[in-house]
């Protein structure tokens, strides 16, 4: 990011590269190892403009791009094995255009995500297939509080109708709609700021709930899973770096169609449910020049 001005007018132009979909996934077993390595990337150039001192709008053009490579390794022999580079290649294009308005000591922001067609190209052998996976557009909004110079408390939303997601099958010209459930999430957090004489520290809570639909690209089964993250962590300030450490816990719950061991057979059951427990820990850095 770098801050520029126009006039009165202040500006940022900025870039970021981020990976929003990991498709990694291990399978082993006495016999053999089948792995997928990759996932769906966006570039994003984007520029901001402060028009007044209480409103500020921008936008952020996304690059979708990314690819999958598939591998699969026999235990016994290496005649079979299979190495597959960009099994799958992604490509897309659409815009995050924000507004932010301040009011004393509050702040609202609202963000909307043009609809996003996202091609997938899936190449296993010889013939290719394209597939485009047409998302409808989001929207979120915000509001943060910051009653006094030292703490910040915010709240945001962020509305998902993946419902009226459409799949469109390129090769046979065929186009349907995604059994994709509509997911909103909500988060919520605070920050205090411990000032001393020579440093800054802040200090964190947060909690969101992360609702998820099926992997588009791979769905092997009917399955949504909902999860209550909470999370805690602070900041260093020490001249024009600042760092930051948190720890996350999650808490998941999935809700699928999928087969159950009982007493050494396989029955097929309809909503089947598993619960797991995450734990993340995140640091980061941000240098100021």
Not at 194 to 210: A, C, K, M, Y
Request: charged share 20%.
């Amino acid at each position: 990011a770098f801050p520029l001005t126009a006039g009165s007018n202040n500006i940022v132009v900025a870039a970021a590269y981020q990976r929003l979909i990991d498709l990694y996934d291990l399978y082993q077993d006495s016999t053999l190892t089948q792995e997928y390595k990759g996932g769906v990337d966006v570039i994003s150039p984007g520029a901001a403009i402060q028009i007044v001192p209480e409103f500020a709008i921008g936008a952020a053009f996304n690059i979708w791009t990314g690819s999958v490579d598939y591998t699969l390794d026999y235990e016994a022999s290496d005649n079979n094995d299979v190495d597959i580079n960009n099994l799958a290649k992604f490509s897309g294009f659409n815009i995050n255009i924000g507004a932010l308005a301040t009011f004393d000591k509050f702040k609202i922001g609202a963000v909307a995500k043009t609809p996003l067609s996202l091609t997938e190209k899936w190449k296993p052998a010889d013939t290719e297939f394209e597939y485009k996976f047409k998302f409808p557009m989001t929207f979120g909004f915000g509001i943060s509080f910051q009653p006094n110079d030292n703490l910040t408390l915010a709240a945001d939303v962020d509305v998902r109708p993946y419902s009226n997601t459409d799949i469109e099958d390129v090769d046979n010209d065929t186009t349907y709609t995604a059994e994709y459930d509509n997911t909103t999430q909500f988060r919520v957090g605070l920050e205090y700021l411990v000032i001393t004489e020579s440093n800054v520290f802040p200090v964190r809570l947060g909690f969101h709930t992360d609702p998820l639909i099926q992997n588009p690209f791979y769905p092997l089964s009917e399955e949504k899973t909902t999860g209550l993250f909470f999370s805690g962590g602070f900041g260093v300030i020490v001249g024009n770096i600042w760092f930051d450490a948190a720890y996350e816990l999650g808490m998941l719950k999935a809700t699928l169609d999928n087969y159950e061991s009982t007493d050494g057979t396989y029955n097929y059951v309809d909503n089947l449910e598993y619960k797991e427990m995450t734990h993340n820990i995140i640091l980061s850095a941000i240098v100021h020049f």
